[in-house]
C-alpha cells in the first residue's frame, strides 16, 4: 500500500512560521506533481500550493510570498515552508498526489493524506 504521511503542523502565533512535510511511503515509482490543501474552520476546503517534479510551482494568491513549496524527489517528500502566518491561515492541511507510479506497474490516483493541524493566534 501507499501511504502519504504529513507533519509539522502546530501553534503560532500571527507572524510566526511553520514547515510542513509529506511524505509518501510505499512502494512507489514516480512522483510527479505534490500539492497542499487546507481545510479552515469554516469547513472550506482550499488549494495552497502545488510543484512538479520538475519545480514548477503554483500559489493560491491568499499565501503567495509568504508560502514556499519544496520537495526532495529522492525521498519522495514535499515541503511547505510557511512564513508570516495569519489567523486565518489556521485549518488542517493535507497533502494530495494526483497520480502515483508503482513499482507493480500500476498507478494510484487522488492520495490524500491525514492532514496535520496549523493554528495561528492573533
Known amino acids: 500500500q501507499v501511504h502519504l504521511v504529513e507533519s509539522g503542523g502546530g501553534s503560532v502565533q500571527a507572524g510566526g512560521s511553520l514547515r510542513l512535510s509529506c511524505e509518501a511511503t510505499?512502494?512507489?515509482?514516480?512522483?510527479?506533481?505534490m500539492g497542499w490543501y487546507r481545510r479552515t474552520p469554516g469547513n472550506t476546503r482550499e488549494s495552497v500550493a502545488a510543484?512538479?517534479?520538475?519545480?514548477?510551482?503554483t500559489y493560491a494568491a491568499s499565501v503567495k510570498g509568504r508560502f514556499t513549496i519544496s520537495r526532495d524527489n529522492a525521498e519522495n517528500t514535499g515541503y511547505l515552508q510557511m512564513d508570516r502566518l495569519k489567523p486565518e491561515d489556521t485549518g488542517l492541511y493535507y497533502c494530495?498526489?494526483?497520480?502515483?507510479?508503482?513499482?507493480?506497474?500500476?498507478?494510484?490516483?487522488?492520495?490524500w493524506g491525514q492532514g496535520t493541524w496549523v493554528t495561528v493566534s492573533s
Open positions: 510505499g512502494s512507489i515509482s514516480s512522483i510527479n506533481t
Open positions: 494530495n498526489v494526483p497520480v502515483m507510479a508503482l513499482s507493480s506497474g500500476t498507478y494510484a490516483y487522488d492520495t
Open positions: 510543484i512538479t517534479s520538475g519545480g514548477s510551482t
